[in-house]
C-alpha cells in the first residue's frame, strides 16, 4: 500500500509534496499551518525558528545543539570576534528591511529628495573610476571547455563568474598559471613559489565550486573552506581525490572565526576569494583578514597570524548590510552619510536587482533623472514618500540601486587602502551574466 504523502501543492512543481505527513495531520512539518502563538528564531541556529513557550525545551534536544558545542571547543572559534562590535553601542540589533522600508516611508518627500541628491553626487565625486574587467584566462580553459568530471555541475554564467575572478587574481599577480608548461617546469615553478602564495581561503565557500576550478587550474596546495552552512560536499569528494592537495572545511560562521587560531595557516601566504558574498560577510570577512585587528579587539583570541597577499571578493546582496558591521563607518560619515540614511540606501539597492533591468541600466551610465510624473508626487504631500516611489520608473529606482551599491563597495576599498592593501573596484562581468558584478580587488604593497 502506498504511503500517503504531504497534500500541499506546489504549483512551480505542478505536483503536491513528496514528504510523509506529520502524525495526524495532511500536511508535513514545512507545511502545517502555524500556530498563532509567538515564533522566534531559536538561539542555538537562527535557521529556524520556535514558539516562545516552547523555547526552554526546545533549547534542550535542538539537533545543532551538538554541533554548537563541538563548535565553541576549537581553538579558531571566538564569539563575535569579526563583528565590529567594538565601533557600535552595545545591544544594537539587526535592522530588516522591512524597518528600512518603514522608515523611508515615515521621510517627508523633501527629506527622501534630499538624500536621493545626496547619493548621486556622492556618487559622481568618488565612483568614476569603476573599470570593466571581464578576464577569461587561458588556465580556465579545461573548464569553459567542460573537460572536466562530468559528475561535477557546470552553468555557464557561474563557470564564466568563476573564470572571471580567478583571471582578475591573475592579471594582478596574485595567482600564476601553468597553462601551456611542461611538467618540469610546472614543479620548478612550483619551487620557486613555496615562500610565495601557498594557500587560499574562501569564504562563504558554499560547495565550493570556485575553489573546485582553481585548484584544477591554477595547481594551489593547501586550500580553507570556510562556511556556516552545512551543503552537499560535491567539489570537496573531488579536491580531495588530488593527491597534492590539503582542504580543510570550517564549518563556521565568519563573524566567530579568528584565522591566528587556524594552526595549519599559522606563518602561511594565503589569497582570499569568496563568490558572492552577502550583505555584512563581506565587511565580516575583511576584518578576518586584518590580524592587526583582531589583536586590538579580542587579545585573547591568540594565535601566531598567517599572511593576507590579497584578496578577491565578488559582493551582493546589499540590502542585507547592517551599520553595525560595515566596515568603513568612517567613511560614510566623512561623506556626510549618517547611519539612517546609511540603513536608506542598504534598502535602495535591492531595486538594482528586482527585474530585468541590468543592462539598460548600465549601458545608460547610471544616470538618474525622476520623470514628471516623479515631480508632481514631490508637490502632493498627501501621497507621501510610497507614492513617490511606486511613480518612479523601474529603470530610475534601478539606476539609485547600482549608485548606492557602489557607493557602500567604495568604502569597502577605501578601507583596504587604509590598511596596507592596494585596492580597486572593478566590474568582472557584465551585467547579463549577473548584475551583482562588481568584484573588489587587493593586494598587499610590497
Not at 495531520?25 to 514558539?51: A, E
Not at 580553459?141 to 555557464?156: A, G, T
Not at 580567478?166 to 600564476?176: H, I, P, V
Request: glycine share 6%.
Amino acid at each position: 500500500m502506498e504511503q500517503p504523502r504531504c497534500k500541499f501543492w506546489l504549483p512551480k512543481k505542478k505536483r503536491f509534496c513528496a514528504v510523509l505527513p506529520f502524525k495526524d495531520s495532511p500536511f508535513c512539518g514545512n507545511h502545517m499551518v502555524r500556530s498563532d502563538g509567538q515564533w522566534i528564531p531559536c538561539p542555538i541556529d537562527q535557521s529556524h525558528s520556535v514558539l516562545t513557550e516552547n523555547l526552554e525545551s526546545h533549547v534542550k534536544r535542538c539537533p545543532f545543539m551538538k554541533q554548537a558545542r563541538t563548535l565553541s571547543l576549537q581553538p579558531y572559534y571566538c564569539k563575535g570576534i569579526n563583528a565590529g562590535k567594538e565601533e557600535v553601542e552595545e545591544g544594537e540589533d539587526d535592522v530588516s528591511s522591512e524597518m528600512k522600508r518603514h522608515a523611508v516611508y515615515r521621510m517627508s518627500i523633501a527629506e527622501f529628495y534630499k538624500l536621493i541628491e545626496k547619493v548621486q553626487h556622492v556618487h559622481a565625486s568618488i565612483c568614476d573610476d569603476i573599470r570593466e574587467s571581464y578576464k577569461m584566462p587561458e588556465a580556465c580553459n579545461m573548464w569553459i571547455n567542460r573537460e572536466i568530471d562530468s559528475k561535477m555541475p557546470f552553468q555557464e554564467k557561474h563557470v564564466v563568474q568563476q573564470a572571471s575572478i580567478l583571471g582578475n587574481l591573475e592579471d594582478s599577480g596574485l595567482l600564476k598559471s601553468f597553462h601551456g608548461k611542461k611538467k618540469d617546469q610546472r614543479e620548478r615553478t612550483e619551487q620557486d613559489d613555496s615562500q610565495h602564495v601557498s594557500a587560499v581561503v574562501e569564504f562563504g565557500a558554499g560547495r565550493g565550486y570556485l575553489t573546485q576550478m582553481l585548484a584544477d587550474c591554477y595547481g594551489i596546495r593547501k586550500v580553507f573552506l570556510v562556511e556556516r552552512k552545512s551543503y552537499k560536499l560535491k567539489a570537496d569528494r573531488s579536491l580531495r581525490q588530488k593527491e597534492s592537495l590539503s582542504l580543510e572545511r570550517l564549518r563556521i560562521d565568519i563573524e566567530d572565526l579568528n584565522l591566528k587560531a587556524v594552526e595549519s595557516l599559522h606563518g602561511v601566504y594565503y589569497l582570499a576569494i569568496g563568490k558572492h558574498l552577502c550583505g555584512p560577510a563581506t565587511d565580516l570577512t575583511l576584518r578576518c583578514c586584518v590580524p592587526e585587528r583582531v589583536s586590538k579587539i579580542a587579545p585573547e583570541c591568540g594565535g601566531e597570524k598567517p599572511y593576507l597577499e590579497g584578496f578577491a571578493i565578488a559582493t551582493c546582496c546589499h540590502h542585507l548590510c547592517q551599520w553595525k558591521h560595515y566596515i568603513n563607518k568612517e567613511f560614510m560619515l566623512g561623506l556626510g552619510i549618517s547611519k539612517e540614511e546609511f540603513h536608506a540606501i542598504t534598502w535602495f539597492t535591492s531595486w538594482a536587482v528586482d527585474g530585468d533591468h541590468g543592462a539598460e541600466v548600465s549601458d545608460s551610465g547610471l544616470h538618474l533623472q525622476l520623470s514628471e510624473k516623479d515631480e508632481e508626487y514631490a508637490t502632493d504631500a498627501a501621497a507621501g514618500v510610497e507614492g513617490v516611489v511606486r511613480s518612479m520608473q523601474a529603470v530610475e529606482r534601478a539606476a539609485l540601486g547600482f549608485m548606492c551599491k557602489q557607493i557602500i563597495d567604495k568604502g569597502r576599498m577605501a578601507w583596504g587602502s587604509r590598511n596596507g592593501l592596494e585596492a580597486r573596484l572593478v566590474k568582472y562581468v557584465a551585467p547579463t551574466i549577473s548584475p551583482e558584478n562588481h568584484l573588489l580587488m587587493a593586494k598587499r604593497i610590497i
